[in-house]
């Protein structure tokens, strides 16, 4: 199993460029989740998938737009980046069943905005 | 206020030392997991607690739900145990959303 992976692994754009971050698990979760985590800031959700074909909303969705392809991959896309989306971005997928409730992290993806 | 508060915010600590990291919540949960991330490096999850201790080599950790309190033990710590920890608690029928508390950055010096 390779976990939940994603890519880039960094990435740098200017204001107003697009680009999508792309995660995938193997582990066959239901949930997926796109994070970002700031200095001093602990992580905020930006998207959900409880399941393939629904997304939600997080705290902190402006900007962004996701999209759940299957069960595997969850991709979260800026249309037009930002200066302040500057930040670390984590994937994570859920697994909840029979008294085991685990998160899997992804390793990031470190975008930095000019 | 978060609904999730760590404390402390920063600890240094010298090697061999026990160390206790707490978190304590506003709402009720139906999980809590405590996370570790080292400095530039991805995040692992260390614990998924919903009830009493778990264990795992030198990692504690344990939980009251009345007083809706959770710690982090480790003892004998050591320079590699040195990252920050986090704290995230799940909502019952949340679609396991997690809110995540600010980390507590342990610096281990040998």
């Known amino acids: 199993n390779a976990g939940v992976t994603q890519t880039p692994k960094f990435q740098v754009l200017k204001t107003g460029q697009s680009m999508t971050l792309q995660c995938a698990q193997d582990?066959?979760?239901?949930?997926m989740y796109w994070y970002r985590q700031d200095p001093g800031m602990g992580l905020r959700l930006i998207y959900y998938?409880?399941?393939?074909?629904?997304?939600d909303k997080g705290e902190v969705p402006n900007g962004y737009n996701v999209s759940r392809l299957n069960k595997r991959e969850f991709s979260l896309r800026l249309e037009s980046a930002a200066p302040s989306q500057t930040s670390v971005y984590f994937c994570?997928?859920?697994?909840?069943?029979?008294?085991?409730?685990?998160?899997?992290f992804g390793p990031g993806t470190r975008l930095t905005v000019t | 206020k978060n609904e999730v508060e760590q404390s402390p915010q920063n600890l240094t600590a010298q090697e061999g030392e026990f160390i206790t990291i707490n978190c304590s919540y506003s709402?009720?949960?139906?999980?809590l997991h405590w996370l570790q991330q080292h400095p530039g490096g991805g995040i692992v999850s260390l614990f998924m607690?919903?009830?009493g201790k778990k264990k795992h080599g030198r990692l504690i950790a344990t939980i009251n739900i009345q007083e809706k309190h959770s710690s982090l033990h480790i003892t004998a710590s050591h320079p590699r145990d040195s990252a920050v920890y986090i704290c995230?608690?799940?909502?019952?029928?949340?679609?396991?959303?997690?809110?995540f508390g600010d980390g507590t950055t342990l610096t281990v010096k040998p």
């Open positions: 607690l919903s009830s």
């Open positions: 998938s409880a399941s393939e074909g629904t997304t």
């Open positions: 709402v009720g949960i139906s999980a």
């Open positions: 995230a608690v799940n909502l019952p029928g949340n679609a396991g959303k997690s809110t």
């Open positions: 994570a997928s859920h697994f909840n069943r029979a008294g085991l409730d685990e998160q899997y």
């Open positions: 582990m066959n979760h239901n949930s």
